[in-house]
């Protein structure tokens, strides 16, 4: 099994930034991507970005082009969120997941992000 603990959420006003950590356990060994996406109050739950572990090749929504910055940790099993020019668009609860070679996908518990305008 893999677990996957988020950190980083807040309230934060338009134009701030917050940085996102997700720390992962478990059997990790197998992964190919970590990333992130998120969910709105009644809302589909919609992919922000994701990397490789492997190659640290990056992918992004459009919507997050140019203000977010996914990164990730080898030594502390972890990947990262960096988020600027946060819009109150952004408000959603961010969830981590872990991607294995064979398909399998896990989520986190996610973490609530609030953007005040």
């Known amino acids: 099994q893999v677990q996957l603990v988020e950190s980083g959420g807040g309230l934060v006003q338009a134009g701030g930034s917050l940085r996102l950590s997700c720390a992962a356990s478990?059997?990790?060994?197998?992964?190919?991507?970590m990333g992130w996406s998120r969910q709105a109050p009644g809302k589909e739950r919609e992919f922000v970005a994701r990397?490789?572990?492997?190659?640290?090749?990056?992918y992004y929504a459009d919507f997050v082009k140019g203000r977010f910055t996914i990164s990730r940790d080898n030594a502390k099993n972890s990947v990262y969120l960096q988020m600027n020019s946060l819009k109150p668009e952004d408000t959603a609860v961010y969830y981590c997941?872990?991607?294995?070679?064979?398909?399998?996908?896990?989520w986190g518990q996610g973490t609530q992000v609030t953007v005040s305008s």
């Open positions: 478990g059997r990790t060994f197998n992964r190919a991507y």
């Open positions: 990397i490789s572990w492997s190659s640290g090749g990056t």
């Open positions: 997941n872990l991607e294995t070679v064979v398909a399998a996908s896990y």
